[in-house]
């Protein structure tokens, strides 16, 4: 019933700035904290921040703190995510996901998005 599409994904340099965007199909996702994982090739998939229902608390993972920024507008059923001074290890798949309990960890993410790639050139 709930379908997430990403998308803002593509080719950058370093330094540079995306903006990606999760809409959300089905029911309304308020009352959900909506994620934001990624995967580069070879490597597990890892957290990279959320943000909660009405977006009062948020959480980053270390790697992107002071350059990404997880966002939602509830009204538009959206989650959003700033990444600025974009680096080449942030290459990768980059996935929306949906939770009805606030976590880190994949497994216990219920919604997922297809995945937009983010490819970031030297």
């Known amino acids: 019933q709930v379908q997430l599409v990403e998308t803002g994904g593509g080719l950058v340099q370093a330094g540079d700035s995306l903006k990606l965007s999760c809409a959300a199909t089905g029911r309304a996702l308020s009352t959900y904290i909506m994620a934001w994982f990624r995967q580069a090739p070879g490597k597990e998939r890892e957290f990279v921040g959320f943000?909660?229902?009405?977006?009062?608390?948020?959480l980053h993972a270390d790697f992107v703190k002071g350059r990404f920024t997880v966002s939602r507008d509830s009204a538009k059923n959206t989650a959003y995510l700033q990444m600025n001074s974009l680096k080449p290890e942030d290459t990768a798949v980059y996935y929306c996901?949906?939770?009805?309990?606030?976590?880190?960890?994949?497994?216990?993410?219920?919604?997922w998005g297809q995945g937009t790639q983010v490819t970031v050139s030297s």
């Open positions: 943000v909660t229902w009405t977006g009062e608390y948020t």
């Open positions: 996901a949906a939770s009805t309990q606030v976590s880190k960890i994949d497994w216990q993410y219920e919604y």
